[in-house]
């Protein structure tokens, strides 16, 4: 089996494809999406930081002189609210959109929040310890990254049930050749998610309150659409990561029981094990780049009007970075993994996804005196943002 992004059996277990292509094709054309594969770290961070590519191209060209095709009509919707945020735009408007919310996002902010984070992380560990346990994605791993951006957005507690669904159905634009049922749905919400975001706007611009909202209202050089694509990145960015870094790590965990052990006997390991599990299975496995001049990567010419598929996946397995990068090690000290992604699009929420998964692992690991699988959980069918449909466990105080 190559690299096959739709193959359920792939999608479960790429990593002995990755190394196969660091070895044989560090950088390899993938024809069913018109990509080049890079697959080796270096290349990787390398490429995440040279301002030769973009996130996009609409810059410095349009489609028809980028050599693509314009997007459908009905999508225009969709990239309104997307490129109205700061993940899919480059510098200047990039840099005056991030500097401006890093005034609001500032890391003193984050960290006042991580009594919050603790206690909702706690309380939801103790409904689910109480009960015996069950799908660990859906009563601990989504309600909690979901309530915490909720809370700093300031979004009415009778709505927060809309957010998971608006954010998952959005997300769904972002794998590999979305199907057109994919693209409607992606569409239909960011639709939605930008109405609803605009009519709480208006509000906390007439009655201010004590949240991100009503922060970047204050914030004149802030557009509507970018106050809009601002939130709905803060709300995707926010907690899609976090919920499967949580589903993930704790099944890597339970098929590595010796460091599961482990960290319960030496909880002082749980900051280097919240890294380690980022790499050993990085929810996170692709991330693209456009080519805005040519360049050349192990001897391969890319051109410009070509788009990259960075592997994340695959860079944090190469062991010419990570000694026995298979293994995992929840006390791997030297861990330059990339899950965060790096250069000007680092991710901006680092800081605050610590806080939750520090706080989530250590909630469980503190209260559950057990926690043993019911069932062997199955992958979902995406491969660029990868998790598990549900982890289904018995737990015990």
């Known amino acids: 089996m190559g690299f096959d992004p739709w193959n359920p059996d792939f999608v479960a277990y790429p990593y002995r494809v990755y190394d196969e292509l660091r070895r044989e094709a560090p950088v390899s054309y993938f024809e069913p999406t018109g990509q080049w594969l890079v697959a080796r770290h270096a290349d990787v961070n390398a490429l995440l930081r040279d301002r030769r590519l973009g996130r996009s191209y609409l810059h410095v060209a349009t489609h028809e002189e980028f050599g693509r ?14 490129r109205a945020g700061m993940l899919d735009v480059e510098p200047p408007v990039h840099t005056r959109l991030r500097r401006l919310v890093s005034k609001a996002f500032t890391p003193r902010m984050v960290e006042s929040l991580r009594p919050q984070v603790r206690a909702i992380a706690r309380s939801l560990v103790d ?39 608006w954010s998952a159905d959005i997300c769904g634009m ?25 009519s709480l706007a208006a509000d906390r611009r007439r009655k201010p309150g004590d949240d991100l909202v009503s922060a970047l209202t204050q914030i004149d050089e802030l557009t509507e659409d970018e106050l809009v694509g601002t939130c709905v990145l803060l709300l995707n960015a ?45 929810p996170l496995q692709m991330f693209e780049r456009w080519v805005l001049e040519d ?26 970075v990570f000694p026995d990068p298979d293994r995992l090690d929840v006390g791997r000290a030297d861990n330059p993994h990339i899950s965060f992604g790096a250069g000007i699009h680092f991710c901006l ?30 992958w979902k069918p995406g491969y660029v943002i990868r998790g598990l449909r549900a982890l289904e466990l018995s737990a015990t105080g």
């Not at 095709?69 to 997307?82: D, H, L, S, T």
């Not at 409904?127 to 989504?142: M, P, Q």
């Not at 790590?249 to 002082?268: H, I, K, T, V």
């Open 69 to 82: 095709p314009p997007e459908p009509e009905f999508q225009e919707p969709f990239w309104r609210v997307i």
């Open 127 to 165: 409904a689910y310890v109480d009960k015996g346990g069950g799908d660990l994605i859906a009563e601990v791993a989504e309600p909690l990254p979901v309530t915490v951006i909720a809370e700093m957005l300031g979004i009415p507690e009778a709505d927060r049930h809309l957010l998971r669904p």
């Open 174 to 198: 972002y794998e590999l050749n979305p199907t057109p049922q994919a693209q409607h749905t992606a569409v239909r919400a960011a639709t939605e998610f930008s109405d609803y975001l605009k």
């Open 238 to 282: 926010g907690h899609e990561a976090t919920v499967n870094v949580t589903g993930n790590g704790w099944w890597a965990l339970f098929r590595n029981p010796a460091e599961l052990a482990r960290l319960r006997e030496d909880r002082s390991l749980l900051p280097t094990a919240i890294e380690e599990l980022m790499r050993w299975d990085t």
């Open 295 to 320: 360049i050349e990567v192990h001897g391969v010419r890319i051109p410009r009007g070509t788009e990259v598929a960075l592997l994340f996946g695959s860079a944090n397995r190469d062991p010419a």
């Open 349 to 378: 929420g680092a800081p605050l996804a610590r806080i939750e998964l520090m706080e989530s692992f250590g909630a469980l690991l503190d209260r559950a005196a057990t926690l043993e699988l019911r069932a062997e959980p199955e």
